[in-house]
């Protein structure tokens, strides 16, 4: 080497060419900064949307009330009234008769009723005493008495002795109320203008949480509101024979109805879905 040339000395500042990366850390902001806890804590949680609650139970939903009614389609597919007449005039005596009496007791009763007096003409031609021996076993005889014989008078004076079939004529009639109008409109003149509302539709109805009331009148609305009118008479026949058969009033036999799941009644014997303290009769 020539004497008088000493070598460049590389720059401490590190910016010369070749030299190595700088050591100093970071600054906050680069994007390579490693996570600690304290920035994690710092960060805003990520917002998660809320779950849709789930939506409230309607015991007048249609999908159950069709379940209902395919439940008393596989129970009592072809049920009909069950006291026993030939006309109509036989069943405005039959229902007249079935007031706070079991339907049982009253088809005890008629046939020999009806053998002794065989047309609504006999029946208007006797006074209401001489008819009291005949029904007293079915109670309350003395003013069944009077509604039958009054109800024959009038189809004899006013309809020419042939049973009205409109619901206001029928109206007119002593001792029909509209229960008997519905049962005689429905069963033989097949015109669903009403549902029969027995003991056994007020406490069923009331049960399944069909109906809030214990009016007859306000339950037959509530139900007409949800039943397809088509039905109004099977509806009505079906629950009547469901409360005879297995949701009796004292121990229904809940493990063997085919609407135990739909059913969240207060008094049921047996149960695999929740119980509602208002469901009751």
Sequence with gaps: MPRGNTPRQPSRSGRHEGAQASTRPLPKSSPTRPLTVASVRKSKPTKVAPKKRASAYDPLAPERVRAILDGLDRMYPNVTCALTHRNAWELVVATILSAQCTDVRVNMVTPVLFEKYPTVKHFAALEPEE?????????????????????????????????????????????????????????????????????????ISRRLELTKHDDAQKIEQDLMQIV???????????????????????????????????????????????IHKNAKP
Excluded at 158 to 167: C, H, L
Excluded at 183 to 192: A, D, S
Excluded at 250 to 259: V, Y
């Design 131 to 203: 008819l009291e021996p005949d029904i007293r076993s079915t109670g309350f005889f003395r003013n069944k008495s009077k509604s039958v014989v009054g109800a024959a008078r009038r189809v004899v004076s006013d309809f020419g002795g042939i049973v009205p079939q409109t619901m206001e004529e029928l109206l007119t009639l002593p001792g029909v109320a509209r229960k008997t109008a519905n049962v005689v409109l429905g069963t033989w003149f097949k015109k669903n203008e009403g549902v029969v509302v027995d003991t056994h539709v007020t406490r």
């Design 228 to 274: 397809p009118r088509e039905r109004w008479t099977q509806f009505s026949h079906q629950v009547i024979w469901h409360g005879r058969k297995l949701c009796v009033a004292r121990g229904p036999k809940c493990a063997e109805c085919a609407l135990e799941k739909l059913c969240h009644a207060a008094d049921k014997t047996w149960s695999t879905v929740e």
